[in-house]
């Protein structure tokens, strides 16, 4: 088990250049079994789930092989269409494969996705809305198969704007006869990257990130070299960093208008923040001051992924603020641990609570997922003292060795196996 130990109260300063996005690689992976041929995907983060989901491709028949952040992918010989039982259980993203491997087959079969340790994680979006597109959906002792001779464009209304589900059926649409419109459509950047990735393939798509995105069917796709947009979670925690340990810092290969939220929210908190072109400086030196309230919404309001890190910026402000979770529930699980470090938070009714302390204190803490165990390492990066973070296997699943990236910026963290 490998953990992480960070020496606390080290001012941050450096350059640090900011990774793809997993997000948008994942889906841009599964929409590249759409065509034959060879791709390039440049900027595709070195992640497990990225990994995993290389090996799904593989198992379905493609060769692919990552490296120096490029996957080159041959769907060529892609013939496969049941996505393996094992490889599907270790990671939910494997669900992108259905509408693609639907589109192009005509069939696909998976088992359907585990629960999650950030709550209850439903697919019936997905279901209905492949389902409404003309595809026959049998569920036999867990196993799912969806078929369709050929897919019919029409109008899908989601519920709600998941951002898988839009993808899905994005995916989907591609070679369905006609045109598809997906209505409250989820807005976020990596459902526009999918977009232009797919148009780059050939594909007629319009609208993403709009809520209504609209899809006309073509006959074939090509396969096509792309690269995959930075990562706004990653740059959102570093920024977060930085005001949590206070200092100054430079990140680049940047999208700051894919971070609005984030950035209203830490310059009322008293953090400097400059935006030049990719670029973005952050300055802190004092205490930031509390909000009153930080709702998580669909893009583009503010990000759930970014929810634990911002309650550990408020951990240590001066005075009360408040956080609403509305996407995921169980997504608190990191207050405890912050319990542990000597912050002062109350949950009830998925709101927090947060009484910002005058320094965190460093303890033993747990990561019990992945943006939750970000949140404890910038924790640690501002607590008195010694911080040992267990469990970094769930941080490793969307940080490029986050260890690497702070010790750039000048922090004192180790891992140790
Ligand atoms: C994606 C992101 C994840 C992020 C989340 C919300 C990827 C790989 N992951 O996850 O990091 O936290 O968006 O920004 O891109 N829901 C349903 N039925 C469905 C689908 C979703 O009820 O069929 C609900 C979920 O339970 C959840 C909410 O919708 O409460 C948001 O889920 P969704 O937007 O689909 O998130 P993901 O695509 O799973």
Redesign the pocket.
């Known amino acids: 088990m490998e953990t992480f130990t960070i020496e606390g109260g080290r001012p941050l300063s450096g350059t640090l250049r900011i990774q793809g996005a997993?997000?948008?690689a994942?889906?841009i992976l599964a929409a590249a079994v759409l065509a034959e041929g060879q791709f390039h995907i440049y900027d595709a983060p070195h992640l497990k789930?990225i990994e995993v989901m290389i090996e799904i491709l593989s198992a379905l028949g493609a060769k692919a092989v990552h490296a120096d952040g490029c996957v080159s992918l041959d769907t060529t010989s892609i013939s496969v269409t049941h996505v393996p039982d094992d490889l599907m259980g270790q990671m939910?993203?494997s669900i992108?494969l259905m509408g693609p491997l639907l589109a192009r087959f005509g069939e696909v079969t998976i088992s359907r996705p585990g629960g999650c340790a950030?709550?209850?994680?439903?697919?019936?979006?997905?279901?209905?809305g492949l389902s409404a597109l003309g595809a026959k959906i049998e569920e036999v002792e867990g196993y799912i198969t969806f078929r369709a001779t050929q897919l019919r464009g029409t109008n899908i209304f989601l519920?709600?704007?998941?951002?898988?589900?839009?993808?899905n059926i994005m995916m989907a649409a591609v070679y369905a006869k006609g045109t598809t419109r997906i209505c409250n459509a989820?807005r976020?950047p990596?459902i526009v990257d999918l977009q232009n990735f797919l148009n780059a393939m050939g594909a007629r798509i319009r609208g993403a990130g709009t809520d209504t995105i609209e899809i006309d069917g073509v006959s074939s796709l090509r396969a096509v070299s792309y690269r995959v947009i930075p990562d706004r979670?990653v740059t959102g925690t570093h920024m977060l960093a930085a005001g949590i340990a206070q200092g100054h810092i430079e990140l680049t290969n940047t999208i700051p208008e894919h971070l609005t939220a984030l950035i209203e929210v830490v310059r009322s908190c008293g953090v400097e923040i400059k935006t030049h072109h990719d670029i973005m400086e952050i300055k802190s030196t004092a205490r930031p001051n509390a909000i009153d309230r930080i709702i998580t919404s669909?893009?583009p309001g503010f990000?759930?992924?970014l929810q634990a890190q911002m309650m550990v910026f408020l951990a240590q402000a001066r005075g009360t603020s408040v956080i609403k979770e509305t996407?995921?529930?169980g997504r608190f699980k990191h207050v405890n641990e912050l319990a542990r470090m000597g912050a002062s938070i109350y949950v009830d009714l998925g709101t927090a609570f947060i009484r910002g302390v005058d320094r965190l204190s460093g303890a033993a803490v747990e990561a019990t997922d992945?943006?939750a165990g970000a949140a404890l390492v910038l924790a640690g990066l501002g607590a008195e003292g010694t911080t040992v973070v267990e469990e970094v296997c769930h941080i490793d699943r969307?940080y490029e060795r986050l260890d690497w990236q702070l010790q750039q910026l000048g922090a004192n963290i180790v891992r140790k196996t």
């Open positions: 997993k997000n948008a994942l889906p789930d939910r993203s992108f950030i709550g209850e994680r439903r697919i019936d979006l997905h279901l209905s519920s709600f704007p998941s951002v898988g589900a839009t993808e989820a976020e990596e979670i669909p893009f990000p759930t992924d996407v995921f529930e992945l943006r969307g």
